[in-house]
């Protein structure tokens, strides 16, 4: 909301009356300065209590000065990019809500799927950007089993397994089962399931997604760092840190 200032005025009478015993040259000068002095101060004096400090702002003015409605928030305001909607879809499964605190910039989320039954409830999580490049975060109470091996594999301790000694990594390139390699043509990247409360959680990358959810347009891997970077910041959003969905920062 813009400041309203209000206007002073010197007093011109004062003035005249001051310099009235000056000669006729010096009176001439002074009335120039006179007519510069009649002229509205853009500063404001709070001291100012004359009449002319107290004069209403023009209309157009107060109109500026009026709170307008803030628009609504940008799609990336909400937390991990999930409006409160998908979250609200989410949480009706009574699962924990896992997501990560760190995207990639310009990507977003292209769908969201839930499944309500025994024993794989859970929910996906599909992002991708205006490139094809997509990852998925995945969260299921169990039945999951071990992570096919790949020709490489990168270690990983994110914050979110705090003093669990489990081993975890991130699996990429392709798979090392002949059989694995002939179904899935594209490099995989899939991280281990990680064991969060209630359930387990993981990074998918195009592999497991075209051949999963066949989206319309398939997608392509993103970078090993992005998704090292995903995984370190996946977090359980609780209802005191995501409040109505918009991030507050």
Request: aromatic share 6%; proline share 11%; net charge negative.
């Given at each position: 909301?813009?400041?309203?200032?209000?206007?002073?005025?010197?007093?011109?009478?004062?003035?005249?009356?001051?310099?009235?015993?000056?000669?006729?040259?010096?009176?001439?000068?002074?009335?120039?300065?006179?007519?510069?002095?009649?002229?509205?101060?853009?500063?404001?004096?709070?001291?100012?209590?004359?009449?002319?400090?107290?004069?209403?702002?023009?209309p157009?003015?107060?109109?500026?000065?009026?709170?307008?409605?803030?628009?609504?928030?940008?799609?990336?305001?909400?937390?991990?990019?999930?409006?409160?909607?998908?979250?609200?879809?989410?949480?009706?499964?009574?699962?924990?809500?896992?997501?990560?605190?760190?995207?990639?910039e310009?990507?977003?989320?292209?769908?969201?799927?839930?499944?309500?039954?025994?024993?794989?409830?859970g929910?996906?999580?599909?992002?991708?950007?205006?490139?094809?490049?997509?990852?998925?975060?995945?969260?299921?109470?169990?039945?999951?089993?071990?992570?096919?091996?790949?020709?490489?594999?990168?270690?990983?301790?994110?914050?979110?397994?705090?003093?669990?000694p489990?081993?975890?990594?991130?699996?990429?390139?392709?798979?090392?089962?002949?059989?694995?390699?002939?179904?899935?043509?594209?490099?995989?990247?899939?991280?281990?399931?990680?064991?969060?409360?209630?359930?387990?959680?993981?990074?998918a990358?195009?592999?497991?997604?075209?051949?999963?959810?066949?989206?319309?347009?398939?997608?392509?891997?993103?970078?090993?760092?992005?998704?090292?970077?995903?995984?370190?910041?996946?977090?359980?959003?609780?209802?005191?840190?995501q409040?109505?969905?918009?991030?507050?920062?």
């Amino acid at each position: 909301m813009r400041s309203r200032f209000l206007s002073s005025f010197w007093n011109s009478a004062a003035a005249r009356w001051r310099w009235s015993s000056i000669s006729g040259t010096v009176v001439g000068l002074c009335l120039i300065g006179i007519a510069a002095c009649d002229r509205p101060s853009t500063r404001s004096d709070p001291a100012d209590t004359s009449p002319a400090a107290t004069l209403e702002a023009p209309p157009e003015a107060a109109a500026e000065s009026r709170p307008t409605t803030p628009p609504p928030p940008p799609e990336a305001a909400f937390l991990a990019l999930v409006t409160p909607d998908q979250t609200a879809q989410i949480r009706a499964l009574e699962l924990p809500l896992v997501l990560p605190a760190a995207i990639p910039e310009g990507f977003q989320v292209d769908q969201v799927q839930t499944q309500p039954d025994e024993p794989f409830r859970g929910y996906q999580i599909l992002y991708r950007d205006d490139r094809d490049r997509c990852f998925l975060i995945e969260y299921t109470a169990g039945g999951v089993g071990d992570t096919p091996a790949t020709e490489n594999r990168l270690p990983l301790n994110p914050p979110i397994l705090a003093d669990d000694p489990a081993e975890y990594g991130l699996n990429h390139g392709p798979y090392a089962d002949p059989l694995l390699r002939e179904q899935f043509l594209e490099p995989s990247l899939l991280s281990d399931w990680l064991p969060v409360a209630g359930g387990f959680s993981r990074l998918a990358g195009a592999a497991l997604i075209n051949a999963t959810l066949a989206p319309e347009t398939p997608c392509t891997n993103l970078t090993i760092e992005d998704a090292v970077t995903i995984i370190d910041s996946l977090a359980i959003i609780t209802d005191e840190i995501q409040g109505d969905g918009a991030s507050g920062s």
